[in-house]
């Protein structure tokens, strides 16, 4: 559907500017905020006898 990159945009914009507002609470980088491409939510798997 492709509503994740202006989600994860509005994010890392919402992350930056929390950083500069207080850099002191940040030990380190913020998350890779990059779109990650097609993914598969529960995948069909094969039964399996239990």
């Not at 500069?20 to 993914?39: C, F, I, K």
């Amino acid at each position: 559907r492709g509503e994740d990159r202006a989600l994860l945009k509005q994010r890392d914009k919402l992350y930056r500017s929390a950083r500069q507002a207080h850099p002191e609470r940040w030990s380190g980088r913020t998350r890779n905020w990059q779109p990650e491409g097609p993914v598969t939510l529960n995948p069909d798997r094969e039964k399996q006898a239990a």
